[in-house]
C-alpha cells in the first residue's frame, strides 16, 4: 500500500506529463456546464458568505505581510526587516506607519523601494512616478 505522500508524488508526476490534455479536458468541460458550474459557486458563495469572509478577513490579518511580501517578491522577514530600517516610519513623508502600509516599488523595474503610507504611494501615482511633475507640483503649492 503507498504512502499519502508516495500518492501526492505520482499524482504530481502524472499532473506535469499530462498537463495540457488535462487542461484541455477541463476547458471543454467548462463550456458546456459554465452555467450549472457559476450557478453552484453563487449558491454555496450565499450560503456560507458569513464565514467566508470571516476567514478571508482573519487569514488576511494573520498573514499580510506575507502576502505583501510574495507579491512584491520580497524574502521572507524583508517588510519587517524594511520596517525596523525605516525606524517604523513611512519613506516619503517620515510620519508613522501605522495600519495603512504600502510596499512602494518602482514600475519598471519591480523593485522594491521602501514602505510608505497608502495615501502617499497615491500622490505618486498621481504623478506617474515623474519627479518632474512632483517639483511643479511642489513649486505650485508654495507659489500659492
Known amino acids: 500500500m503507498q ?3 508516495e500518492i501526492r ?7 506535469k506529463k ?7 479536458r477541463w476547458r471543454e468541460y467548462y463550456k458546456k456546464n459554465e452555467t450549472h458550474i457559476i450557478g453552484k459557486q453563487r ?3 450565499e450560503e456560507r458568505k458569513e464565514q467566508l469572509l470571516a476567514y478571508s478577513k482573519a487569514y488576511y490579518r494573520a498573514n499580510h505581510k506575507r502576502l505583501k511580501e510574495k507579491m512584491y517578491s520580497m524574502e521572507e522577514g524583508e517588510f519587517d526587516r524594511r520596517f525596523e530600517e525605516q525606524g517604523g516610519r513611512c519613506k516619503l513623508c517620515g510620519k508613522p506607519l501605522e495600519s495603512d ?6 514600475h519598471e523595474t519591480g523593485l522594491v523601494r521602501g514602505l510608505i503610507h497608502s495615501r502617499c504611494n497615491w500622490i505618486i501615482g498621481a ?12 513649486d505650485y503649492l508654495e507659489r500659492t
Open 3 to 5: 504512502t499519502k505522500q
Open 9 to 15: 508524488e505520482y499524482q504530481r508526476e502524472y499532473y
Open 18 to 24: 499530462n498537463r495540457t490534455r488535462l487542461t484541455n
Open 43 to 45: 449558491k454555496y458563495y
Open 101 to 106: 502600509i504600502t510596499i512602494d516599488h518602482d
Open 127 to 138: 504623478a506617474w512616478d515623474d519627479p518632474e511633475i512632483l517639483r511643479h507640483a511642489i
